[in-house]
């Protein structure tokens, strides 16, 4: 059970390098590319269940969807662009991603349903072109040889998964030690170039570990009707080419227990570089180079914030302090004289007083 989850990751990997491989200098990116997705801090306001009602409140960030090895406006996404918004609560980062488009399904065949994948920088060297930027070719490539080009990459992969179920992380692949996801393709992945894709926790020989898929995840449609939950049966969940839009929700912890350099580490209050892609089968056919799109074409900046009260909190000045304790020695002295003066007037009056033995009362 486990090598067959890691052998149809390993599938649906080599199927994504085709679709990611890049030649030569990196295209120009129309418009400039780059932008920024704000992380605000706002925790217990959304559940990770793939619908959007919970994010209404959240500041979106748009871009354009642009053909990953083309990126040329003329050739942009037909069904608009994608909206970005993210939050956190501390510990964890939570993401939703909105794109229009006619709903399509096909049970078990990835590449003939849509499928998304958020990229992180992890080395300083590491480039949004190329998937990281190593030269080194498959085989060649390894932990030492492309030290410093790592990317981290969430790819969810929607043909096994049923809308509005929690997929990624699991009890199962964790124990593997790996980053995979054998129920619905919601799979952690490194890379230092498209030739050289690997599940956490996989790869060449000196860089195998123990680890695991820290993300979760679900998807929806706003075409599909039933809210009480779907299961397997029920595939295909909703009509064909009905109009829509597509909601994809994904949470993972701003810090792992990766050793490996195979996760993001996020920060409260720092920026991280992020990516965005989108892949979107058309008439039923699987897609291609042609389908994988990109927000951007270029790095987008994730920023991600402190609290409000943490941002705006400064300490009572030093004067404050000084006042107040010079206030309580003030009235440590008083209390300590009135003591004194009662004492001494008590013992002073008790003096003339006679003593009166009981017998005689």
């Not at 959007?52 to 050739?75: H, I, Q, R």
């Not at 892949?279 to 074409?297: E, F, I, L, R």
């Amino acid at each position: 059970m486990r090598l067959l989850a890691v052998l149809v990751a390993a599938a649906v990997l080599l199927a994504g390098a085709a679709a990611h491989e890049h030649h030569g200098e990196a295209p120009t990116c129309a418009g400039g590319g780059g932008g920024r997705v704000l992380a605000e801090f706002r925790p217990g306001e959304v559940t990770v269940d793939g619908h959007p009602t919970d994010w209404d409140g959240v500041e979106a960030s748009e871009f354009a969807l642009l053909p990953a090895l083309d990126p040329d406006d003329d050739k942009a996404y037909a069904g608009g662009k994608v909206s970005v918004k993210a939050v956190h609560d501390g510990v964890n980062v939570f993401f939703m991603l909105k794109v229009d488009g006619d709903y399509t399904y096909t049970k078990g065949e990835n590449t003939k349903c849509p499928s998304i994948a958020l990229m992180f920088q992890i080395g300083e060297k590491a480039t949004y072109y190329n998937m990281g930027g190593c030269k080194d070719m498959p085989g060649s490539c390894t932990s030492k040889s492309c030290r410093g080009y790592e990317v981290d990459i969430m790819h969810f992969s929607v043909g096994n998964a049923i809308p509005g179920r929690l997929y990624g992380g699991n009890h199962i692949d964790n124990a593997a030690g790996n980053g995979g996801d054998s129920f619905g393709h919601l799979v952690d992945i490194y890379a230092w170039n498209p030739h050289c894709r690997y599940l956490d926790g996989v790869g060449p020989k000196e860089n195998n570990s123990n680890a695991q898929n820290d993300w979760h995840g679900a998807w929806w449609h706003s075409s599909l009707t039933v809210h009480s939950g779907f299961v397997d049966d029920d595939s295909p969940y909703g009509k064909q080419a009905e109009k829509g839009t597509y909601y994809f929700e994904f949470s993972r912890p701003l810090r792992t227990m990766d050793r490996f350099q195979q996760d993001a580490q996020f920060t409260i209050g720092e920026a991280n570089n992020m990516a965005v892609a989108f892949w979107y089968p058309d008439d039923g056919k699987p897609w291609s180079k042609s389908q994988h799109y990109s927000a951007s074409c270029d790095w987008l900046v994730l920023d991600i914030q402190p609290s409000f009260e943490a941002a705006h909190y400064r300490p009572a000045p030093n004067r404050s302090w000084d006042a107040a304790t010079a206030f309580a020695l003030l009235l440590s002295v008083v209390a300590v004289c009135v003591s004194v003066f009662v004492g001494y007037s008590a013992s002073k009056n008790n003096s003339s007083v006679k003593f009166t033995p009981l017998e005689q009362i």
